[in-house]
């Protein structure tokens, strides 16, 4: 599989907030940009932030980075960015609402945030969200601001399901590793997938790992969502061997 098809992405929940099998505390701003820096320097091209990644502090960091890099520069991004999953500053804990305003709501202060947005991803995604009338009005919104490739984040089969039949989506997010195959049938061509959790929360060789998903035939990206650009020089070249 080409490096055409598939490349490596950068999750950014780990710059909003802690996150991880083994959580950190977020990086300052400098550190952050310092690593969007690094990551772009590598080649990395695919972002992967959403507004409920410490009250948009994700967002809120891509977006400077992004306005600081040239036209062309920018051309070559792909921002990803979700809603559905909202932030209560109060109790400093992400919540689910997937009514039409606040999906509509949190897509504008997206935008004000980013920019631009090149993939929206449905957060916390539900079989009963998919078929809702505030998500389907919301996909039309979306479309209304430019954005043409949707699609959810799932955690269930039933969600997989549900959005693979839904000739409107383009775009699926899950995780898929050796210990966690359950979307193995989702993985396939036909519509643009990000795989997250690629290591199994770090248990799995990153070589090894990335080789395990690329037998799969789909385009796509694989994301890694650390925060050293240490790590991400070691995910970087451990991928660069596997799609030699």
Do not use: C
């Not at 599989?1 to 099998?21: A, D, E, N």
């Not at 509509?104 to 920019?115: I, P, Q, T, Y």
């Not at 643009?192 to 929360?201: S, T």
């Not at 799969?216 to 660069?240: C, K």
């Amino acid at each position: 599989m080409s490096s055409r098809t598939v490349q490596l992405g950068l999750g950014l929940i780990g710059i909003g907030k802690p996150w991880g099998h083994v959580p950190h505390p977020i990086p300052s701003e400098s550190d952050a940009q310092a690593l969007l820096e690094f990551a772009f320097g590598l080649g990395v091209r695919y972002f992967d932030t959403a507004p409920s990644y410490g009250d948009g502090v994700s967002e809120e960091r891509l977006g400077r980075f992004l306005k600081q890099l040239t036209a062309r520069e920018r051309a070559s991004v792909t921002a990803a960015t979700k809603f559905g999953e909202h932030w209560n500053a109060a109790e400093g804990t992400p919540y689910a609402d997937h009514s039409f305003d606040a999906l509509r709501r949190s897509l504008d202060r997206s935008f004000a945030r980013l920019g631009a947005i090149e993939v929206l991803q449905l957060h916390k995604t539900t079989p009963a969200a998919l078929a809702s009338s505030g998500v389907s009005r919301a996909w039309e919104y979306a479309r209304g601001l430019g954005i043409e490739r949707l699609g959810p984040s799932v955690s269930d089969v039933e969600s997989a399901r549900a959005a693979d039949a839904d000739p409107r989506l383009n775009v699926m997010q899950f995780p898929y590793n050796r210990e966690n195959r359950q979307f193995a049938p989702y993985l396939k061509p036909g519509r643009w997938i990000a795989v997250n959790r690629p290591f199994a929360m770090g248990s799995a060789v990153r070589r090894d790992a990335f080789r395990f998903i690329l037998e799969r035939e789909f385009t796509g990206v694989i994301l890694t969502g650390t925060t050293s650009r240490q790590h991400l020089q070691e995910n970087w070249e451990a991928f660069q061997e596997s799609i030699a």
